[in-house]
């Protein structure tokens, strides 16, 4: 079945320094692909999506490229700040019958940025 | 504005009790979707529903049901609740049609403990 695995956490970086969170995946035909972001206490928020071979989805400075020939969708951002802390969830789905599909998550890496 | 509500956000409750989370949203969505959030599992799916009257189990069924009366609401409950169900629930809707990319809303989550 379809499934999304992503690096493990907690990742700790530096304000400003540079990130990257690996997430890959396994679907059969062309499902979408997200970025969720979850801050402590709240819900899940979208952050970028890529809906085909190839798109690059960005927002607030972080950027995913949808690779199918490597079957990813990587997380980066070039400087992050404190207020990026959180959680970041790989997901994706594939549309069927036009009625959408199942959204399947990886299991989250927690993002920790110290001044 | 638009948006997905939950309730209760925090709940105690006892092993074997009945226990039923509200959620409702304005969006007119026909999909809506629950899920469980605990740590070291990301976001598993419990039940989905693409439309009135329409209900489907997914990876984490058991012990949990659903029903779909109207398009605004999707009420989980748990017959017998039980200490490992214990976790954070999300409730999560998104329109289908054309232009639709999979994209789900989240409500702010309901967090359960079992006793």
């Known amino acids: 079945g379809d499934s999304v695995t992503q690096m493990e956490g907690p990742v700790t970086l530096s304000e400003e320094a540079f990130l990257t969170i690996n997430c890959t995946y396994t679907?059969?035909?062309?499902?979408?692909l997200f970025w969720y972001v979850q801050y402590p206490g709240e819900g899940l928020q979208l952050l970028l999506k890529a809906t085909k071979a190839d798109d690059k989805g960005s927002n607030k400075g972080f950027e995913a490229t949808y690779r199918k020939e490597t079957t990813s969708f990587h997380l980066e951002k070039g400087s992050v700040q404190v207020s990026d802390s959180a959680v970041y969830f790989c997901a994706l789905s594939a549309i069927i019958y036009n009625q959408g599909g199942k959204l399947i998550f990886g299991q989250g890496t927690e993002l920790s940025v110290k001044p | 504005d638009a948006e997905i509500t939950q309730s209760p956000r925090h709940k105690i409750t006892e092993t074997g009790r009945q226990v039923t989370l509200a959620c409702h949203q304005t969006?007119?969505?026909?999909?809506m979707f629950w899920y469980r959030q605990d740590l070291g599992h990301g976001l598993r799916l419990i039940h989905y529903?693409?439309?009135?009257?329409?209900?489907n189990k997914g990876e984490v069924s058991d012990g949990y049901s659903v029903s779909r009366s109207n398009t605004e609401d999707l009420p989980l409950t748990l017959e017998s609740a039980a200490s490992s169900q214990t976790s954070v629930y999300f409730c999560a809707s998104r329109g289908t049609g054309a232009g639709n990319t999979g994209e789900l809303f989240f409500g702010e989550g309901s967090r359960l403990t079992v006793l």
């Open positions: 679907a059969t035909g062309y499902p979408s």
């Open positions: 969006w007119n969505h026909n999909n």
């Open positions: 529903s693409y439309g009135v009257h329409d209900t």
